[in-house]
């Protein structure tokens, strides 16, 4: 049984910072593509980052390159995402999801798993 588990949200001021992770519990977890979406109350989810299964090649949305980093270590199974300089439009419910391909896509409905979500809320 496939589970992505979030942790590390929470509520930060504006300009602060989060560490987000997500453990799972592929079998050949170095093999997926790993992301990370977010979904704001009334809007759809949105990608924000993406990560191969060598994290050498990162994708990023425009809105967050600069300030957020993906990352992943295949030995824990657990892939992060450090959250910098963050605005109150960053406020989110934030998503770990994953497919096994090495295509990196950002969109929701190509992803096979999904984490259940953990809420950042940044104040301004």
């Known amino acids: 049984q496939v589970q992505l588990v979030e942790s590390g949200g929470g509520l930060v001021q504006a300009g602060g910072s989060l560490r987000l992770s997500c453990a799972a519990s592929?079998?050949?977890?170095?093999?997926?593509?790993m992301a990370w979406f977010r979904q704001a109350p009334g809007k759809e989810r949105e990608f924000v980052a993406a990560?191969?299964?060598?994290?050498?090649?990162?994708y990023y949305a425009n809105s967050v390159k600069g300030r957020f980093t993906i990352s992943r270590d295949n030995a824990k199974n657990t892939m992060y995402l450090q959250m910098n300089s963050l605005k109150p439009e960053d406020t989110a419910v934030y998503y770990c999801a994953a497919r096994p391909t090495v295509a990196v896509t950002i969109t929701p409905e190509d992803y096979d798993y999904w984490g259940q979500g953990t809420q950042v809320t940044v104040s301004s």
């Open positions: 592929l079998r050949t977890f170095s093999s997926y593509v």
């Open positions: 990560i191969r299964w060598s994290g050498s090649n990162t």
